[in-house]
């Protein structure tokens, strides 16, 4: 901070600005605000579906569990089912079969022939007590905002943000400010929801480093990963479909949490804050933003 402004730097350039809007997804600043502490990262997986019939119209979602939501879209002029569903929290290894397969399954149920066209999936931000968190970062620094938390509803969501903020930068009220309040202490409340994020974290951060990894370097596959031992130090290690071997040291380098192996994606995830790691180590998701380091085995 200079004077009245704040300083910001990126990609070489340095901006100065009165106000500063946070919108990265998940937030990188840990302190002040301690949004790793009231906030997670879910995996949602979506498959494109050609139907070969004529869909419906609107967007529906299922009211039981597990969550499954459908909605047509337009590809080659000509109209496709996205079947979306399967979620879990992030870092917690699943497989194709659980995932992408449960939404093929549907789509197969309802649509005999039909043909999967494509496979992807995403990941959001879910607050504790499951509602944004918009407004000020935190009362310890003035003038800069925050917009995260959206739980899948970003287009919707980061519409009231972009509200919100513009109405606390211009000196308006907001009617709907004080629901989504950032600093607001309500999530923490939400105690089985905070119980799970701390012990979570406690294994990442501690127990899971000293247990000892099941694999050895010999039972992993070609086109697959996982954490073994080498002179006393956990190495993450991928083979790609030829062999070659990647190796990395599979601490998150955003807080320091034991890595999992993502089998799907052929990631490696964090599990207490969501973020994610190619396989030779270069960051891809936040709150991270710094790569592994790799090892030459």
């Not at 003038?143 to 919100?164: D, E, H, Y």
């Amino acid at each position: 901070m200079d004077g009245s402004d704040y300083i910001t730097y990126a990609n070489g350039y340095k901006i100065n600005s009165k106000y500063v809007i946070i919108a990265t997804h998940y937030p990188f600043i840990n302190f002040p605000g301690f949004y790793f502490t009231k906030m997670y990262q879910s995996t949602f997986y979506l498959i494109a579906v050609d139907t070969k019939k004529s869909l419906f119209k609107g967007m529906y979602i299922t009211a039981s569990e597990p969550t499954v939501s459908f909605r047509t879209a337009i590809y080659n002029n000509r109209e496709i089912l996205l079947i979306g569903g399967m979620d879990h929290k992030t870092g917690h290894p699943s497989s194709c079969k659980d995932t992408y397969g449960k939404l093929e399954e549907i789509a197969k149920k309802y649509y005999p022939n039909s043909d999967i066209l494509f496979k992807w999936n995403t990941r959001d931000c879910i607050s504790l007590d499951k509602l944004p968190y918009i407004g000020y970062f935190s009362s310890a620094m003035p003038n800069i905002f925050v917009g995260t938390g959206f739980k899948k509803w970003g287009m919707t969501l980061s519409n009231v943000a972009a509200n919100i903020i513009v109405d606390k930068i211009c000196g308006n009220s907001n009617k709907y400010e004080y629901l989504f309040k950032a600093t607001r202490l309500k999530p923490i409340k939400n105690h089985d929801e905070l119980k799970n994020m701390i012990v979570q974290s406690t294994n990442s951060l501690l127990l899971d480093k000293l247990k000892r990894p099941q694999m050895t370097f010999n039972e992993i596959k070609n086109n697959s990963g996982s954490i073994i031992e080498v002179n006393g130090e956990k190495v993450g290690i991928y083979k790609d479909g030829n062999g070659k071997i990647y190796a990395v040291k599979p601490i998150c380098t955003h807080l320091g949490c034991l890595l999992s192996w993502n089998d799907i994606d052929k990631t490696w995830d964090c599990p207490c804050h969501g973020s994610r790691f190619n396989f030779d180590g270069k960051n891809l998701y936040d709150p991270a933003f710094k790569n592994l380091e790799t090892y030459d085995l």
